[in-house]
């Protein structure tokens, strides 16, 4: 049986790296599909209370299962930093190259390049129930952005055991790899239970 889910995001591209793991199995709507044009607001202090907050959002207005990430690059040396600021690090437009390229400089200097990509996945169900997945990939900065592939900060962050940084990978190998796709399987394997 299709299950359908909305999946609270109206970005392209986490949409496509999502869908692409969801196979046959599920109907993924977005807010758009459920008529959700109001910007969902992000007023939670952590990553966790983000994704939270959207998924009972889109539960309580809608009334339809909901899953709702929320993703940050977490920078050691920048203690933790841009971590749930990632998407407005740099100010308020939301440019990815800005946001990087503000971490670059930050680094300048600086030899403990250790980051990680962490995203968590709520989830609510059809009874109301709240459900959390968190997926982490750990790597370095690298000193420049290499690769136009990808988005965010995917130019600059090249995952342990890969010579390539996300920006450079291809977008199959990211996918089965990347931060998103171990929260992603770790929801999956809930909801076949």
Not at 95 to 116: C, H, M, P, S, W
Not at 158 to 170: A, I, N, R, S, V
Request: one cysteine or more.
């Amino acid at each position: 049986m299709i299950q359908e889910l909305c999946f609270a995001t109206r970005n392209a591209h986490k949409r496509e790296e999502i869908a692409a793991q969801l196979g046959g199995n599920f109907r993924l709507l977005t807010l758009d599909e459920i008529g959700c044009t109001e910007e969902i607001p992000e007023p939670e202090a952590t990553i966790e209370g983000n994704a939270a907050y959207k998924a009972r959002y889109v539960w309580e207005h809608y009334r339809i299962p909901c899953f709702a990430d929320d993703s940050g690059l977490e920078v050691a040396a920048l203690n933790g930093a841009p971590g749930v600021h990632s998407a407005y690090y740099a100010g308020a437009s939301r440019d990815f190259k800005a946001n990087y390229e503000l971490v670059l400089q930050q680094l300048q200097g600086i030899t403990d390049r250790r980051a990680q990509f962490k995203t968590v996945i709520a989830l609510v169900q059809s009874d109301g129930s709240l459900h959390t997945f968190t997926g982490i990939i750990t790597g370095n900065i690298t000193d420049a952005p290499r690769g136009s592939n990808g988005f965010g900060y995917d130019p600059i962050f090249q995952p342990d055991g890969y010579h390539l940084t996300f920006g450079e990978m291809p977008v199959a190998l990211k996918t089965q790899i990347s931060h998103r796709a171990r929260a992603m399987q770790q929801l999956l394997d809930f909801l076949k239970q």
